[in-house]
T-cell receptor, first 111, second 112 residues
């Protein structure tokens, strides 16, 4: 069974600071997705990474996929209070669409 | 993007009663849907895969007789929590899609 470990689990920072969230696996990812979830809502897809070494940017968010496809990171530059939420990495199991989620990182950005 | 809805958004029921949660794909057909459970400050845990026209596939540790899943049409899956207990109180989320999963807004269940 694929195990996804996210770190840190909780992060509280001031507005304007940078942060990085990590997602590691015990085995190779076929592909990896990052989601953001706000309280009382369902997760929203941020990005999908597929190729080892891939880097994708979404405004102030930078996503990296490790060369060996066993780890990924999410870096947020100049965090804003609107970035507050639960960030989840997830791997799709085969072609079924079934997702296995990491433990999540709760981010709080204080104004 | 595709839209997935859930109903109700929140429900309170008494211990021992059953409650049904609906998941609908509004603008696409879904032969497969997924049900997740999320406890406060925790991640999503996959409960089961709902298959249109056939039995659901449950993850290890999930009681199929307690969490009844029916995928009656290509746009509707229902999750019924039977004989609910306070420990079943949680946030239940469904998803649908093939290349990309679209998540419903979730249903907050509180069992008193």
């Amino acid at each position: 069974t694929q195990l996804l470990e996210q770190s840190p689990q909780f992060l509280s920072i001031q507005e304007g600071e940078n942060l990085t969230v990590y997602c590691n696996s015990s085995s190779v990812f076929s592909s990896l997705q990052w989601y953001r979830q706000e309280p009382g809502e369902g997760p929203v897809l941020l990005v999908t990474v597929v190729t080892g070494g891939e880097v994708k940017k979404l405004k102030r968010l930078t996503f990296q996929f490790g060369d060996a496809r066993k780890d990924s990171s999410l870096h947020i530059t100049a965090a804003q209070p609107g970035d507050t939420g639960l960030y989840l990495c997830a791997e799709s199991s085969g072609n079924t669409g079934k997702l296995i989620f990491g433990q999540g990182t709760t981010l709080q950005v204080k104004p | 993007g595709a839209v997935v809805s859930q109903h109700p958004s929140w429900v309170i029921c008494k211990s021992g009663t059953s409650v049904k949660i609906e998941c609908r794909s509004l603008d696409f057909q879904a032969t497969t849907m997924f049900w997740y459970r999320q406890f406060p400050k925790q991640s999503l845990m996959l409960m089961a895969t709902s298959n249109e026209g056939s039995k659901a596939t449950y993850e290890q540790g999930v009681e199929k007789d307690k969490f009844l899943i029916n995928h009656a049409s290509l746009t509707l899956s229902t999750l019924t929590v039977t004989s609910a207990h306070p420990e079943d109180s949680s946030f239940y989320i469904c998803s649908a899609g093939i290349y990309e999963q679209y998540f419903g807004p979730g249903t907050r269940l509180t069992v008193t």
